[in-house]
C-alpha cells in the first residue's frame, strides 16, 4: 500500500509520503494520525508543481502490512480494513486532512 500525504505540515508527512505506523480514517474521511507540526511544510505547494524546483517526492512505500482502519462507507472498506492499493491524503490547503482516495459504494 502506498500512502502519500499532501499535509507537508504534518509530524509524519517526510517528502509527501506518509510515515506513520498506522492510520486510522474517520466515517468523515478524515485521516486520525494528522499531527500538525508548527514550522513545517508549506501552505500551498501546488504551484512548486510544474516550476524549475518542484517538491521532492519520496520513493514508493510498499507496507503490505500496514495496519489501516477505514471506519467510512467506502469502496474499498473491508471489515474496517482499507484493500485500495494506496491511499492519498488531501493538500494543506484544506484545514481537515481527508482521505481523497474515498469511492462512494
Not at 19 to 34: D, G, H, N, R
Not at 83 to 95: D, H, K, M, Q, R
Request: hydrophobic share 25%; aromatic share 8%; net charge positive.
Amino acid at each position: 500500500m502506498d500512502l502519500r500525504c499532501r499535509k507537508t505540515n504534518c509530524k509524519y508527512n517526510k517528502d509527501l509520503t506518509c510515515c506513520a505506523e498506522k492510520i486510522t480514517i474517520s466515517k468523515k474521511l478524515e485521516c486520525l494520525e494528522y499531527q500538525n507540526e508548527k514550522g513545517k511544510g508549506t501552505k500551498d505547494f501546488s504551484s512548486l508543481i510544474f516550476s524549475e524546483n518542484p517538491p521532492k517526492v519520496a520513493d514508493y512505500r510498499h507496507l503490505k502490512d500496514m495496519c489501516l482502519t477505514c471506519n467510512a462507507n467506502c469502496l474499498f472498506n473491508k471489515d474496517n480494513r482499507c484493500f485500495s492499493n494506496g491511499i492519498t491524503v488531501n493538500a494543506a490547503l484544506s484545514n481537515e486532512p481527508k482521505c481523497m482516495t474515498y469511492l462512494k459504494p
